[in-house]
């Protein structure tokens, strides 16, 4: 209902039937992006109730998230590992959107990092581009990651840094998403009057932080 209210096209819930709809959407998904050259799970099987995939890291090996692997950097004080491992997940973006696709949520959480420091993503159950044009999409990743990382951003005092760096990858997007990035910025104005204190708790310091890069 905020998305329609604030006109945010790239913001609107898409469509996730789930069951074997959504099953079906995650393998074609897997299997385009996988075509694309972009790293994700390697679909071993698939039937209609469900499918199997490779795991991205060794045996026994346990794997995080780059949102997990930016959190740890944060807390170690390692500026420059919070720096490098943001704009990894930026370069991660920049490959999809160039191979002419999207991600489903891109959200650090579903950006995994695997064994030999490479970026892989999952969490594919839904397909934005069946029903968004393809620039709107670009958009919503772009927001999702931003929405997502932000915070780390803030908290390590990198946000400046991130600011160059957010704005020299909006930079290299085509004209339609920087159009409508813009505007949606634009429309997200009133983000700038959330308080920043966390005792208003962690989801409103998120939006803040992410408004904070952002514009």
Known sequence: MLAALLRLDALRPVPNPGGPTAIATEVQRLRDLA?????????????????????????????????????HAVQAGDT???LALWQQGLDTLTQVH??????????????VRCPDGEVACIDFE????AVLPLAVCHVRDALCYAHSTAIYLHTSSTLAEGRARWAAWVAQGSA?????????VRRMGWMRHLPASRRFGRD???VRAAYDLLA
């Open 35 to 71: 075509a694309r050259g972009i790293r994700v799970p390697v679909v071993l099987a698939a039937s209609t109730d469900g499918f199997a995939m490779r795991h991205l890291g060794h045996t026994g090996e346990e794997i995080h998230s780059l949102g997990n692997e930016i959190d």
């Open 80 to 82: 420059a590992t919070v």
């Open 98 to 111: 160039h191979q002419g696709t999207c991600l489903s949520q891109a959200f650090a959480r579903n950006m």
């Open 126 to 129: 839904d397909d934005p581009a």
């Open 176 to 184: 339609e998403m920087r159009e409508v990035l813009a505007t949606s």
């Open 204 to 206: 409103l310091q998120r």
